[in-house]
């Protein structure tokens, strides 16, 4: 028995979800609409299925091929032009030799075929239409019968007052051969309003029969909502994908949910999901296969197609979101919400009701989306970040994206050159690591391969070899489900904007350098450059002076890859070492808890009666220090440590620090006759302060516990740092505690206001107009130094925030000074967005 598929339609009152699928491969419960009709025509008895199509008709072929797969054969019929719903059929004229079954790929329904087929043949009917008795039956085209059960009229989609029946022409029809005779080729034609008006005039009686069955006809948004409402409802006979785990609740294959989470029936999640802790999935929820739900997200009445990213604390009400989203950290979406695919929707954004969003498109962090966003995008966003290139690790960065990256920073450099790459011990940078060298290789450059080492591992081996940069690759310390790629140059320092840009744009244009199979990069594994490492930043210490002192210290690790490098280093200073957490480990890493390893390295160190502690992040880049009492130093704190002993160390020291930081640390500095000099405030800033220096910096202090040692390397470096503290505190015969003890209380105060793309450049412009007679500092952003105080303005390079520091002779006026700054930016935010309205 042969049936006849109609799977051309385009769908447009369901986009944005068929702006990039046709609509029978929308899914209902996880699986596509035309699946499930193939499924109830495989139980009815059909073996042979012809499907039309026209509208992305390859999304189909694809996935159903030759149907062996589901148990049916398969053929298509494509349409280059739309012929209507008997046109279409009359394409299929030549396959269609018996008698065969219409119906339309994009409906939810269970009737009883076997039923109508037999009703057909007991009439020897030439066609049979299905009825069904709807409530409303405006949308739809109504049929009447006469007595015989013969159709006597057809009206398409009349008003009440031309309503004279609540039977309705579902388009599954069982038809003859014959029927051909009123459906000419080429011609656009519709049964209801052309082949079976004609047949009724030539007294060809068609037949109905009124079924009992579920029918849905999936033509719109409220609609599709309603068919999984219905599914789940058990009103519809399909087959539910997944294991039913309790009452109402179908789990697929693969998933891992968190014991917190807290599901309530009926839902169905898919396979290899995963529902993090204290997620909250309500009833009437579908979760499409390959899906990540964070910590206490909570799904209500949603359909949500495949890999997805729902961020933690998200809130997502009666909303459907098309696959491959991004939506992050306390995203909240109301009734009617509906993403196509492939959006990003940046943290705390707020959708509100009915709100359509358009595949591909971007929302920005806290924004507030009252219309639809069909054309434009409401943010932009970069590859690169103030870090590097960051995301999700096989979310926003998969290993497509980073042979992508590569082939981009490879094609910027001249072929046979040569790229350092190391990586942290974690599995995800192991496989970006290498999508990462074989993009490199296939534009024709080497790969010096570190494997696993720190990033001033990396950076000192690009810096003392021939190698034109570096590629580092490891989790974010802060975020555990998030990658950074960071990019190096040849130098040593992070990447500057002008080749970011350029790598960005070779990205974008795919503009990849093609070379022959005998010019393809190679692979080369480095050897001992541990050994070089740890050679080189001895000859920097003073290592008489810090033996004679014999430190005693506590280092907790942190899991991290400067547990291969430093060790060895340690062992040539002397003095009475306790480590913990001595070795990389990711999962001990992602699992530990910050605040308690602090506080327990603060108890060794108080127990052990040892001069000091230090927490090394897992970068190897960043230190957290604590004294011989206990008190973990906060990174202002440690900035005036370190710049205060080298201004004494090196009286005619030029020290770089970013602007913003506190008064304290000038004062250190000019204590002893050194010289201070302002850089930007990003990691790359202090950098690049660093190497173009007149005369060459002899140190650089950022505020987060990250210091760079020129003569060293110009990057941060955690194993450096310490070695430099022992050093400057054996040359200066100065305990720790007695410099923490010195520092001059640090008032610093910090916020931020929620400022959209189009509004920083208004802000900052009145900002600096409204400033009159006062002289800024405009090295990053717009700061303000008096004598009582200072304060810093700077918009954010990657989120839609601008950013105030600021210092007064008390805590107080410190929160007072960045409270008015706060109004001042948020009026003219408001301002400039009731003027753009």
């Known amino acids: 028995m042969k049936a006849v598929i109609m799977a051309g339609g385009e769908g447009s009152r369901l986009r944005p979800l068929t702006a990039t699928a046709p609509k029978p491969m929308l899914p209902v419960g996880n699986v596509p609409m035309l699946a499930h009709v193939l499924e109830l025509l495989k139980k009815h008895g059909f073996d042979e299925v012809i499907i039309t199509v026209a509208f992305m008709a390859n999304a189909i072929r694809t996935y159903f091929g030759d149907g062996s797969e589901f148990g049916i054969r398969i053929s298509y019929a494509n349409e280059d032009s739309p012929l209507g719903t008997a046109g279409s059929v009359g394409n299929c004229r030549e396959q269609l030799d018996s008698t065969f079954l219409v119906i339309s790929g994009d409906v939810i329904t269970d009737i009883n075929l076997t039923d109508l087929l037999r009703f057909h043949a007991d009439n020897r009917a030439v066609a049979t239409i299905a009825l069904k008795s709807m409530e409303n039956p405006l949308e739809f085209g109504i049929v009447t019968t006469n007595e015989d059960g013969t159709v006597g009229r057809f009206l398409e989609k009349p008003t009440w007052g031309q309503v004279f029946s609540d039977t309705i022409n579902t388009g599954i029809y069982v038809l003859e051969p014959e029927i051909f005779q009123y459906i000419p080729e080429g011609k656009v034609l519709d049964f209801s309003q052309d082949v079976f008006p004609r047949m009724i005039d030539d007294s060809i009686s068609i037949h109905a029969l009124v079924c009992d069955g579920y029918w849905e006809d999936v033509g719109t948004l409220e609609a599709y909502l309603r068919a999984h409402h219905d599914l789940l409802s058990y009103k519809v006979e399909l087959a539910i994908p997944g294991f039913m785990v309790d009452k109402g609740i179908y789990v697929g294959d693969g998933t891992e949910i968190h014991p917190s989470a807290t599901l309530e029936g009926p839902i169905i999640i898919g396979d290899n999901c995963r529902i993090g802790a204290e997620v909250r999935i309500k009833p009437f929820s579908v979760i499409g296969s390959n899906t990540r739900i964070s910590k206490s997200a909570e799904i209500d009445r949603s359909v949500i197609h495949e890999n997805v990213y729902i961020g933690e ?97 490879g094609s910027t450099l001249k072929p046979g050159a040569t790229i350092t790459t190391s990586r942290d011990s974690s599995r995800a940078a192991r496989v970006l690591k290498r999508a990462l060298m074989v993009g490199l290789n296939a534009v024709g450059v080497d790969v010096a391969d570190l494997e696993v080492a720190s990033l001033p591992a990396l950076r000192f081996h690009v810096r003392n070899t021939p190698s034109k940069g570096g590629i580092a690759v490891g989790l974010d310390p802060n975020d555990p489900e998030s990658i950074i790629i960071r990019f190096i140059d040849e130098v040593g320092i992070d990447l500057d904007e002008a080749s970011q840009r350029k790598i960005e744009r070779a990205l974008a244009r795919e503009d990849f350098r093609n070379v022959l199979s005998s010019e393809i990069g190679e692979i080369e594994f480095p050897a001992r450059n541990t050994e070089f490492y740890t050679q080189s930043l001895l000859e920097q210490a003073e290592l008489i002076q810090i033996r004679k002192r014999n430190f005693k210290l506590v280092i907790d690790y942190g899991y991290g890859v400067s547990s291969y490098i430093l060790p060895s280093v340690l062992s040539k200073l002397g003095g009475d070492i306790l480590g913990i957490n001595p070795f990389s480990s990711t999962k001990r890493m992602v699992e530990a808890d910050v605040v308690a390893n602090m506080k327990r390295l603060s108890e060794l160190v108080v127990t052990s009666r040892s001069d000091f502690g230090i927490f090394l992040d897992p ?219």
């Open 313 to 409: 604390a998200g809130k997502i009400r009666g909303t459907v979101i098309g696959k491959a989203c991004d939506l992050r950290r306390s995203v909240h979406t109301e009734d009617g919400v509906v993403f196509g695919a492939d959006c990003y929707v940046g943290d705390g954004a707020q959708i509100f009701s009915n709100v359509k969003v358009y595949p591909s498109k971007t929302v920005q962090s806290g924004a507030t989306v009252l219309t639809s966003i069909v054309w434009e995008s409401k943010g932009t966003r970069s590859v690169f970040s103030a870090s590097g290139v960051s995301g999700i690790a096989n979310v926003d960065i998969g290993p497509e994206l980073a042979l992508r990256l590569a082939m981009a920073f």
């Open 619 to 837: 970068t190897g880049e960043r230190i957290t220090l604590v004294d011989r009492s206990g008190r973990e130093l906060s990174g202002y704190e440690a900035q005036v440590v370190f710049s205060r002993l080298e201004a004494q160390a090196n009286r005619a020291a030029q020290i770089v620090i970013p602007v913003g930081s506190p008064r304290a640390v000038t004062q250190a500095i000019k204590r002893f006759g050194a010289s201070a000099f302002l850089s930007k405030r990003g990691s790359s800033g202090i950098t690049e302060a660093v190497i173009w220096q007149n005369g060459g910096a002899d140190f650089a202090a950022g505020t987060y516990g990250n210091f760079v040692f020129p003569k060293f390397l110009p990057g941060f470096d955690g194993c450096a740092a310490l070695v430099q503290l022992l050093s400057l505190l054996a040359v200066t015969n100065l305990d720790l505690s007695d410099v923490v003890n010195e520092i001059d209380p640090i008032r610093v105060v910090h916020d931020s206001v929620s400022t959209p793309w189009e509004s920083k450049g208004i802000v900052m412009r009145i900002m600096l107009e409204n400033l009159g007679d006062v002289d800024p500092i405009l090295i990053d952003g717009i700061c303000v130094d008096e004598e009582h105080g200072w304060y810093l303005v700077v918009p954010d390079p990657v989120d839609p925030v601008t950013h105030i520091w600021a210092e007064e002779e008390s805590e107080l006026d410190s929160i007072a000074t960045v409270g008015r700054l706060r109004e001042r930016i948020s009026a003219i935010v408001r301002d400039s967005g009731a003027s753009r309205s």
